[in-house]
Each structure stands twice: as structure tokens, then as C-alpha cells.
């Protein structure tokens, strides 16, 4: 069993940026795929970036490419995501989820960060 702790949520102006983290608990951190999802208010919730378990690669929503980044520390338990340049429509709540497949990466969900961007 793993457990997903985000935090580093909150309110900014557009342009701003916000780093969130995300901790986890057990110590086979590093046999996870690691993944930031976020659901905006009446919208299904979307992939935002994942990084492979030693952080060897990463991919990225199109949407969040260039202004984004992910990383993780195994010594930590911790993934986390750099947020630049952020954008009113980056508004929702970001989840992160851990997962031994390649995809979907879904097994374990943390119980997510509101990001909030105002313009």
C-alpha cells in the first residue's frame, strides 16, 4: 500500500509559479511510475506530466510542455512539479498518483492540491 500526501497548492497571479509536492509513504517508492493529474471544475480529469522511477524520462501534456517540470527524489519519497508561466486555464485541482504500469498510472491517488491562477 502506498500513500499519497500532496501539498504546495494555492492562489496565484497569472505569470506567477508554484512547485507542489507530493510525498509518499512505504519504501518501494522507486518501483513507481510517478504521475501529476488535475480536474478543473466541471471538466474530466486530465494528465498533466509522469516520470519513470528513477526520473530517467518524463512526458508532459501539450498543454503544460516548455512551462512545466517534473522531477523526483527517491531518497525523499517525494515527486514533484515546478509550475512557471501559470495560466488562469492551469486552475484546478492537482492530484498525484503512482502506478508499477507503464500506463494507466492509477493505482495509488493522493487527495489532491487546489491551484488556483487568476488573472
Known amino acids: 500500500q502506498v500513500q499519497l500526501v500532496e501539498s504546495g497548492g494555492g492562489s496565484v497571479q497569472a505569470g506567477g509559479s508554484l512547485r507542489l509536492s507530493c510525498a509518499a509513504s512505504?519504501?518501494?517508492?522507486?518501483?513507481?511510475?510517478m504521475a501529476w493529474f488535475r480536474q478543473a471544475p466541471g471538466k474530466e480529469r486530465e494528465f498533466v506530466a509522469s516520470i519513470t522511477q528513477y526520473g530517467a524520462s518524463s512526458n508532459y501534456a501539450d498543454s503544460v510542455k516548455g512551462r512545466f517540470t517534473i522531477s523526483r527524489d527517491n531518497a525523499k519519497n517525494t515527486v514533484y512539479l515546478q509550475m512557471n508561466s501559470l495560466k488562469p486555464d492551469d486552475t484546478a485541482v492537482y492530484y498525484c498518483a503512482a502506478g508499477r504500469s507503464t500506463w494507466p498510472i492509477d493505482d495509488y491517488w493522493g487527495q489532491g492540491t487546489q491551484v488556483t491562477v487568476s488573472s
Open positions: 512505504g519504501r518501494t517508492f522507486s518501483s513507481y511510475k
